[in-house]
Structures are given as structure tokens and as C-alpha cells.
DNA sequence: AAAGCGGGGGG
DNA sequence: CCCCCAGCTTT
């Protein structure tokens, strides 16, 4: 019989124990997380959106501080993208924050105000794909579906000693296919939650804490003792290095002059200080007149070199020359004026900025 | 299937 | 330096 085929009978065999097991563990251990207090969908929906690719420990204040600015589905509805976005600044990943918030009026629109509780109605939402909408439905609505996210692929590629690549969408669908064996009638939104907080708490990249587990009988990584080595991972993209420009612009009331990103772009709607990418062989000062330019149709002059930056981001790496500078003509608040201002010290915090804005403001004492 | 998309924590 | 994190969307 073919291996997956019986893994997934294997699987299927043993998911009562497993979840009796998994399941009184996890009421013992379970940290004590701001939304798992709830029964809001909305709420729990807006976890799982902040959740997607950053822990727990980061999300926890950005959780409390936005259900309290948008207590409320219809909360946030009603609000402007652009406090919505500042309420997720620093987070990252702001391709969440428009879809949560496009997301919202569409539910309020066609919805009624209401999480669907189908999956196909669900997916079709912005920003929700697999995982969210199996955490929603089992978490929310008691739906037996399962909720596979990075901690949930690393314990069942051990439980079940898989070790095909996990960048392998074969792979990916047979550890959905276990996960949908393993979810019980009874519970499955505590099921869901405590396989991924095995993943979080004992079954940790690298070397898993096995003797603490409560599934270790049923481990056939731990029984072949390759659970040190699953899951296996693919290949790994190298991070470029970029090199960028920023001009500090002010006018004769102390005012800086900034620019709103493209909506759809790399931090989408988030605003910025002019400038832009350095092309091969550019100097920065040549670079920050031609991007002000081409992207604002000013004409700057250069002055002073303040500070140079480095952001880390998930695809390149940026070093970040920031001078000040005047600008020479060109009018720069036409035409476009909805996406450019001049902010003053006293208002420019109540815009929303990505992290490497925010620590140029924090060097300058904005 | 691969790339684009942030920021932070930990080894 | 590396890895990973309660992933989704677009190409």
C-alpha cells in the first residue's frame, strides 16, 4: 500500500487518542491569550489576520490597542483606510491591514454585517485563504474543519515522520489531508488551537522538547528518532541589497514635506519621505533630484547627509542615505495633492508610517 | 511553482 | 549570519 495511503489510515486510526491526549494537554498548558477570552467572530477573525507570519508576543498589543480603536465589525467598516492602517503600524505585511479593512465593508455590503460560516463564502474575502478560514470556522463557528499553519505542518511531519519537502504542494496537501483525519466532531476549535500550540510550546524548530509530549507515543518522527531533522525545508531564496534615498524637505514653518506610497506597492499606503531606489552608479545626491523628479515633478536641492539606515525586509536588504534638502520649484502640492502635504511636528505622527520612517523621525526627535 | 510582501525574536 | 513566525496574493 502506498506510504501516504497509510499514513492517512494510520491517521485515522488513532485520531481519538490523539485528541483526547492533545486536548487535555493543551487545557493544562495553554498560555492565556487575549482571544481565546472571545466568541466574537470579528475578533477572533482579526487575531487570525494578525497572527499570519508574526507571534504571538508581537501581536498582543497591536490586538488590544486595534479592538479598542474598531471595537466593532461595522466600527471598522465605517472608518478611513488610513487610520486603519495607522493602527497597524509597525506590524508589517500592511497587504493585512486593506485587506481586513476591504474585507469588512464587503462583508457589511453583501453579508449583512456577519462572518460567513461557509468556506467558499469565507475564502472569497481578501486576506482570508486556507488556514484563516479553517481557524475561523473551527474557532468561531465549531466547524470540524482543520486550521494548518506552520506550527501544525512541523508537528504532523513529525507525528507522521513525512519527509518530503515541505515547498512541495504534494507535501502541503497530504499534511492537510492528515490534519482533516485528526480534527474532531467534538471541540475542534480547542483541537486546532492545541496542535498549534504544541508546535509553539514543545514541538519548536530544531530540537523538539519530546519527553514533555503528550503525543510522543503516537510519534513516529520521535520512534525513527529523526524529529530533529523534520520537517525538511526547500531551498531559500538570497536577500539582494538595495541601496535607497531620502530627502528631508522643509519649509520656512518647520513643515516636512511627505509622500503617500501607492496604494497596491511595497508598504501600500503607507507614507514616506521623498526619494526612491539609487540606480547602478547613481551618488545619492544625483538619485534623491531624479526620483523627486521623475515621481513628484519637483526640482530639490541637496544639502546635508543627517543619517544612513539599514531595514531588513522579507526579500531585499536596504541601506537607507537620508540628507536634507530644499525644494528649488514646482509647486508640490499640485496636482496630486492628495498624496503629498506638508506636515508639521506637531501632526506628522498622526500619518501613517512604515518602520524605517518611524526611526528617521525618532533620530530627528519628531 | 515561485515571488512579493514587514518586522521582530532567537540561535 | 541564519532561521522562523497562527499565510495570502499575484504572476
Given at each position: 500500500?502506498?506510504?501516504?495511503?497509510?499514513?492517512?489510515?494510520?491517521?485515522?486510526?488513532?485520531?481519538?487518542?490523539?485528541?483526547?491526549?492533545?486536548?487535555?494537554?493543551?487545557?493544562?498548558?495553554?498560555?492565556?491569550?487575549p482571544w481565546r477570552n472571545t466568541a466574537d467572530p470579528y475578533a477572533i477573525w482579526l487575531s487570525e489576520i494578525m497572527l499570519q507570519q508574526t507571534q504571538v508576543e508581537a501581536v498582543i498589543p497591536h490586538y488590544r490597542r486595534f479592538?479598542?480603536?474598531?471595537?466593532?465589525?461595522?466600527?471598522?467598516?465605517?472608518?478611513?483606510?488610513?487610520?486603519?492602517?495607522k493602527a497597524w503600524e509597525n506590524m508589517g505585511y500592511y497587504s493585512r491591514a486593506r485587506n481586513l479593512h476591504a474585507a469588512s465593508r464587503r462583508i457589511v455590503d453583501l453579508h449583512a454585517g456577519r462572518l460567513p460560516e461557509?468556506?467558499?463564502?469565507?475564502?472569497?474575502?481578501?486576506?482570508?485563504?486556507?488556514?484563516?478560514?479553517?481557524?475561523?470556522l473551527s474557532m468561531a463557528f465549531g466547524k470540524a474543519v482543520p486550521a494548518v499553519d506552520g506550527?501544525?505542518?512541523?508537528v504532523l511531519c513529525r507525528l507522521f515522520a513525512v519527509d518530503s519537502p515541505l515547498s512541495d504542494g504534494a507535501t502541503q496537501r497530504f499534511i492537510t489531508a492528515l490534519a482533516e483525519k485528526l480534527v474532531p466532531a467534538e471541540r475542534p476549535g480547542p483541537f486546532n488551537s492545541a496542535l498549534m500550540e504544541l508546535g509553539a510550546l514543545l514541538c519548536r524548530p530544531g530540537i523538539p522538547q519530546c519527553p514533555d509530549c503528550p503525543l510522543r507515543s503516537n510519534c513516529l518522527g520521535y520512534a525513527g528518532n529523526c524529529q530533529n531533522r523534520l520537517p525538511v525545508a526547500g531551498k531559500k531564496a538570497k536577500r539582494?541589497?538595495?541601496?535607497?534615498?531620502?530627502?528631508?524637505?522643509?519649509d520656512s514653518k518647520g513643515r516636512f514635506f511627505i509622500v503617500r506610497r501607492p496604494a497596491d506597492g511595497f508598504l501600500g499606503g503607507l507614507w514616506k519621505f521623498p526619494g526612491g531606489m539609487l540606480h547602478p552608479g547613481e551618488t545619492v545626491t544625483d538619485a534623491l533630484k531624479s526620483r523627486c523628479r521623475e515621481e513628484l515633478g519637483i526640482s530639490i536641492s541637496v544639502k546635508d547627509h543627517l543619517m544612513t539606515l539599514q531595514q531588513f525586509y522579507s526579500h531585499f536588504r536596504l541601506t537607507l542615505h537620508v540628507f536634507s534638502g530644499t525644494i528649488q520649484e514646482g509647486g508640490p502640492l499640485s496636482p496630486a495633492a492628495g498624496n503629498r502635504l506638508w506636515a508639521s511636528p506637531a501632526d506628522?505622527?498622526?500619518?501613517?508610517?512604515s518602520r524605517v520612517e518611524l526611526r528617521i523621525l525618532d533620530a530627528l526627535f519628531i
Open positions: 500500500m502506498d506510504k501516504r495511503t497509510t499514513s492517512l489510515k494510520r491517521a485515522e486510526q488513532t485520531a481519538g487518542g490523539i485528541a483526547e491526549r492533545l486536548l487535555s494537554w493543551y487545557e493544562r498548558n495553554k498560555r492565556r491569550l479592538l479598542e480603536r474598531f471595537p466593532t465589525l461595522e466600527d471598522l467598516a465605517r472608518s478611513p483606510l488610513e487610520e486603519v492602517l461557509n468556506p467558499d463564502e469565507l475564502k472569497a474575502l481578501p486576506g482570508i485563504g486556507p488556514y484563516t478560514s479553517g481557524a475561523i506550527n501544525v505542518k512541523r539582494p541589497d538595495k541601496e535607497a534615498g531620502a530627502a528631508i524637505l522643509r506628522i505622527r498622526k500619518y501613517p508610517f
